[in-house]
């Protein structure tokens, strides 16, 4: 288990690392001068200048950066001439969007390399033909339900069902979602049995179905979905990967849409909806490793994703918010007061490492 949440934490650091390579990369393909690549953040544990730029390897591992020259003054030196600030709109716009477009870069890689290995799509209960490695899969599980008291995690597929009573035992292979809502509904309140497999192994979990239930959970609490494994070709994989990371890119900003709408509209959070931290995104990398490798993968894409949609928010401190201060310079024709541009982002930095912070606390009562 632990070598298992190293692998799922160090592959969410790499995701962070190529991140700011991207960045990198494009801004010395302008010329933009990079005083320091680091991985981690200070203080630094050691270092190795190559050419203008020091690459780092530093104690808490919580991300990288780069540092370019800042520029203050209005003197004409060679290093604004090769500073960001100094570079035309278009290249700066660039630089920024290069870490965006590592993510999904990122995403579409992982997701072609899970539909070559063979991909988990969601079928109807109806269909029958041409059905490679046929799973009823747990998509989440609800707080505080029966199946979250018992240990089901999302990821899980539900194998068998049974119910030893004093009628007599009754037992059932499953393979379709009707399957486990009728069984549920015709044993309320009673102990069942779940055969559950999880990664490569089967465990057997007892739980009690709920007589009353909330209307959007059901009796045991966990949203249901029948899937079968689909392999694609060498080639076709790409193009499956990049359809991938579009659609789940429009999901996720429906996703934000949604969540946005209803706190405004002052209806908090949507139900269901929860964030979580670095602990929580481990602890899921986890579970998801321990599904199967291919579930893995598609999790870390997964993840690419909503970091690269997080990231393109207007929001000072992220990509995005720098994005919307170069929208303000070129509309007003000059660039915002670099202290007020400092002093919001700051602003925000902070209020996102207290939120941060805060769902870390929660996430760390949750899961121990």
Do not use: C
Not at 97 to 112: D, N, Y
Not at 231 to 249: C, D, H, L
Not at 351 to 365: E, G, N, R, S
Request: charge should be neutral; charged fraction near 20%.
């Amino acid at each position: 288990m632990i070598l298992t949440i190293a692998v799922a934490f160090f592959s969410i650091m790499g995701l962070l690392v190529l991140h700011e390579f991207g960045h990198f990369i494009v801004a010395k393909k302008f010329g933009i001068k990079v005083e320091e690549f680091g991985v981690g953040y200070p203080p630094r544990l050691f270092g190795k200048k190559i050419g203008e730029t020091l690459y780092s390897v530093n104690l808490l591992p919580f991300g990288a950066f780069v540092r370019v020259p800042q520029v203050d003054g209005e003197e004409t030196s060679m290093e604004e001439v090769v500073s960001f600030e100094k570079k035309p709109m278009r290249q700066k716009v660039l630089v920024l969007l290069g870490g965006v477009v590592s993510f999904w870069i990122m995403a579409a890689i992982l997701f072609s390399i899970v539909f070559y290995l063979g991909a988990p799509q969601s079928i109807s209960d109806e269909e029958t033909q041409n059905l490679v490695n046929v799973k009823v899969q747990i998509l989440s599980v609800s707080s505080d339900s029966p199946a979250e008291k018992a240990g089901i995690k999302s990821g899980d597929a539900i194998r068998e069902m049974e119910i030893i009573a004093s009628a007599g035992e009754e037992k059932i292979q499953i393979d379709k979602v009707k399957q486990v809502q009728d069984f549920t509904e015709n044993h309320k309140g009673e102990n069942i049995v779940l055969t559950i497999q999880r990664g490569d192994k089967l465990i057997e979990v007892p739980l009690v179905p709920r007589a009353t239930h909330p209307e959007d959970e059901g009796s045991i609490g966990v949203t249901l979905v029948r899937t079968t494994d689909v392999r694609y070709s060498f080639w076709q994989s790409p193009i499956k990967g990049v359809e991938a990371t579009f659609n789940m890119t429009l999901a996720v900003f429906d996703g934000w849409k949604t969540i946005l709408s209803e706190l405004i509209g002052g209806k908090g959070m949507p139900k269901g909806v929860q964030f979580v931290g670095p602990v929580g995104i481990v602890s899921l990398s986890a579970q998801a490793a321990q599904a199967g490798f291919a579930y893995f993968i598609q999790f870390i894409g997964m993840i690419a994703v909503y970091l690269a949609v997080f990231n393109i928010l207007p929001i000072p401190s992220l990509d995005g918010g720098r994005l919307l201060f170069l929208a303000i310079e070129k509309i007003k024709g000059s660039p915002v007061n670099p202290k007020i541009e400092q002093n919001i982002t700051v602003v925000f930095f902070g209020a996102l490492i207290l939120l941060m912070i805060y769902v870390t606390i929660k996430d760390i009562i949750r899961i121990f």
